[in-house]
């Protein structure tokens, strides 16, 4: 198994340019997050996804749309990016029992100029 | 709202040396805990997870304990190596699927 898998691993945007994060997992969890790590703020939950089809929004939600039409896809939509929107951006993803741990990507580093 | 605290923010111990990593939460209705580790530019992994009914976990050297009561959970490492080198980080579930809370680490570093 890859695990969960994110594409780009860094990527350097302009203000107002719009960009999508890749995010994919190969092991059919049910449960899928993003989050964004910025320095001493830990990592924020930005949106998740229960199943296909399902999503809601976390803590930060704005500025940021997300999907899901499969069971293995999660990406992130940066509508209109911000030099706010700098960070580095995990996407993690688990089964549906709060008993199992999360599984993380590897992260995109994003920069917003 | 959940507040998770880790102190210290950084520490740097000599090998060989046993550590404690500190964890503390504000709201004790979780689900579980989890500790994970990050090294430098790459993403969590996961090292314990410790349950709302339990209150230590073991995997190898690593120790954690949970006091849902005190809101505290601390991870014990027995005999660093320095490839321990990371930043720790604690996570707490409640309230639901992914209200989950995490601290913002322990940076450690084992000298040689």
């Known amino acids: 198994n890859a695990g969960v898998t994110q594409t780009p691993k860094f990527q350097v945007l302009k203000t107002g340019q719009s960009m999508t994060l890749q995010c994919a997992q190969d092991m059919n969890h049910e449960y899928m997050s993003w989050y964004r790590q910025d320095p001493g703020m830990g990592l924020r939950l930005i949106h998740y996804?229960?199943?296909?089809?399902?999503?809601d929004q976390g803590e930060v939600p704005n500025g940021y749309n997300v999907s899901r039409s499969t069971t293995e896809d999660f990406p992130l939509r940066l509508l209109s990016a911000a030099p706010s929107q700098t960070s580095v951006y995990f996407c993690?993803?688990?089964?549906?029992?709060?008993?199992?741990?999360?599984?993380f990507g590897p992260g995109t580093r994003l920069l917003v100029l | 709202k959940q507040e998770v605290t880790q102190i210290p923010a950084a520490l740097s111990v000599p090998e060989g040396e046993n550590l404690v990593l500190n964890c503390s939460f504000t709201d004790s209705a979780i689900y579980n805990l989890q500790w994970f580790r990050q090294d430098p530019g790459k993403g969590l992994t996961s090292l314990l997870l410790i349950q709302s009914s339990q209150r230590e976990q073991t995997s190898g050297r690593l120790n954690a304990s949970l006091d849902k009561s005190s809101g505290r959970s601390t991870l014990y490492i027995a005999a660093s190596q320095p490839g321990d080198s990371a930043t720790y980080l604690c996570?707490?579930?409640?309230?639901?699927?992914?209200?989950?809370?995490f601290g913002t680490g322990t940076k450690l570093q084992v000298i040689p």
């Open positions: 996804s229960v199943g296909a089809g399902i999503t």
């Open positions: 993690a993803s688990r089964p549906a029992t709060l008993q199992e741990t999360q599984y």
């Open positions: 996570a707490v579930s409640a309230g639901g699927y992914q209200k989950v809370t």
